[in-house]
């Protein structure tokens, strides 16, 4: 690797700023997908009563629901209660209800599910369950919301992907060139070494072991870079000023996944150096 | 052809050729050399001298025929059990083939490390080749701040340092003045009679004079009627 000096700190530099790329897309569907996961975690789905219900059939209801296991918590809210959370929401408005003569707005009961029923497939199909349940007018929540984030989340994912497959191919190329120039730089000495009787992994293992190390250290400065984004861009949100609160929200790469990232790098750049000596192994057949 | 029929074979050629392109380098080339022998391998340049003995360690292909060395099947070895032939085989070539930046221990340390022979055996082993040649006393200094003949002792003790059953060289003089060569012919006198079978290609009829030994004469690539020459 101290051969060539120059190559190889461009080598690293090159490799960190092609996985830095990465991980910026990486940390971005991160933090959307723990948004996600707190949208729906916060989802309150709205359980409508039909109008002129009887008590009865209220407690029934409510029986049937807090006896289901999907349920975490439950609270009833009658007419009048809406009616008057309604005005004091939107006191300019209430006299349109005044005019109607009688309480328009139904009964409901506001539904948390247990954290097991989070996914938006569950909350589908719970609803659709309690949708069938007789006296329920309406099942709603913010499911426009929910369907919106996670084809964010699906899209992220797909060009995530794509731009990972494409500069991590980047990142094995660079590397691969990296380790090309040192077999070149040394096409006499392995020359040398064959004759003497060098197997081909006391050759190769050296290099394979240099482009593993070259693609670690480019994936650890690529982190490097990535955190001193990642604080100013906090920085930033905080001396704005408008997204307090949301800067503590937002949430670095997880040691694991940092740990990930450098095995991923270390893997490309033994993937690169084994593409240089495959081919210089060919040349020299 | 019954050749030396006494002695075990060490190197076998049977009916080897082979072509570059339209030239060919060797054509249809048979001979048995014994353990223990001195034979000079002679003929002008490009006669196939060179493409022979790259033949004798896996390094090139024949065409036809066969070769074998020290019971070995070259000519039907997998890449991967070339190397281990190799460490039986001492190489000594013209241009000597040193590292530069490698002190004259370590170049000859070389073929040592790569079987993974201990660092005690092999300052041993190296001290003791270095002694050989005599040039133990620049194992220390790199081979740019050696002779020219200096340099060859270097090379030819790489290659002996592992103690191998035949030593080639190929135009091992062929940059040395002749009083030089004289003392690099009687260095491999010396292998030789320590018991390792002893090739070396030359062009140089110097050479041919200091040896008494069994001559083959390559020209263009065809095998001559065998000679021996009286020193």
Redesign the interface.
């Known amino acids: 690797m101290w051969t060539n000096r120059a190559t190889t700190m461009v080598a690293i530099v090159t490799t960190a700023f092609t996985l830095a790329c990465v991980g910026v897309f990486l940390l971005l569907y991160v933090n959307l997908l723990a948004a996600a996961g707190w949208l729906q975690d916060d989802v309150k789905i709205m359980v409508y009563l039909e109008d002129r219900l009887s008590s009865d059939s209220v407690a029934d209801i409510e029986q049937q629901l807090r006896s289901d296991q999907a349920v975490a918590s439950l609270l009833f809210i009658s007419k009048e209660q809406a009616l008057g959370e309604f005005k004091a929401q939107f006191p300019s408005e209430s006299h349109l209800l005044e005019g109607l003569g009688q309480n328009p707005l139904p009964a409901s009961f506001v539904v948390a599910l247990s954290p097991s029923f989070h996914s938006l497939d569950a909350i589908n199909r719970w609803a659709e369950r309690v949708r069938q349940v007789a006296g329920v007018s309406k099942v709603d929540y913010n499911q426009d919301w929910i369907d919106a984030l996670a084809k964010v989340i699906h899209s992220i994912e797909l060009v995530a992907i794509g731009i990972g497959v494409i500069l991590s191919a980047a990142a094995v190329t660079i590397i691969a060139n990296t380790i090309r120039l040192t077999l070149f730089a040394r096409r ?2 392995i ?10 992994s ?1 050759i190769h293992i050296p290099y394979l072991l240099e482009g593993a190390v070259l693609g670690a250290l480019g994936s650890a400065l690529s982190l490097v870079m990535l955190k001193f984004m990642y604080e100013l861009f906090r920085q930033q949100m905080r001396a704005t000023g408008r997204f307090v609160g949301l800067d503590n929200l937002i949430a670095f790469l997880s040691p694991s996944v940092c740990l990930a990232l450098i095995a991923l790098g270390m893997g490309l750049g033994f993937a690169g150096s084994l593409v240089s000596i495959r081919r210089f192994g060919e040349a020299k057949a | 052809m019954a050749l030396l029929e006494q002695a075990p074979k060490m190197i076998q050629l049977i009916h080897v050729s082979k072509r570059y392109d339209q030239r060919s380098a060797l054509s249809d080339v048979s001979f048995e050399i014994g353990k223990g022998e001195f034979v000079l391998l002679m003929g002008p340049s490009g006669a196939g001298k060179s493409t022979l003995l790259r033949m004798l ?1 896996g ?1 090139e292909q024949p065409d036809e025929g066969q070769i074998f060395v020290h019971q070995k099947n070259v000519t039907t070895l997998r ?2 059990e070339i ?5 039986k085989v001492g ?1 000594v070539f013209q241009d000597f ?1 040193l ?1 530069p930046k490698k002190s004259v221990f370590d170049n000859v340390s ?2 040592l490390l ?2 993974g022979i201990s660092s005690a055996d092999i300052r041993r082993k190296v001290t003791e080749a270095l002694r050989a040649v005599g040039v133990d006393h620049k194992r220390d200094q790199l081979p740019a701040g050696l002779s020219t003949g200096e340099q060859q002792r270097v090379c030819i003790a ?1 290659a002996i340092v ?1 103690g191998p059953v035949v030593l080639l060289a190929d135009e091992p003089t062929g940059n040395l003045d002749p009083a030089l060569t004289s003392e690099i012919i009687e260095l491999f006198k010396l292998i030789n009679a320590r018991g390792t079978t002893v090739v070396v290609a030359t062009h140089d009829p110097l050479v041919m004079e200091q040896v008494n030994r069994r001559v083959l004469t390559l020209s263009q690539g065809t095998l001559l009627p065998e000679r021996r020459v009286m020193g």
């Open positions: 006499d000495e020359a040398i070494l064959r004759l003497i009787g060098a197997t081909t006391f | 360690i390094a890449r991967s190397p281990y032939l190799r460490r190489t083939r590292l070389l073929p790569v079987q790489r592992n």
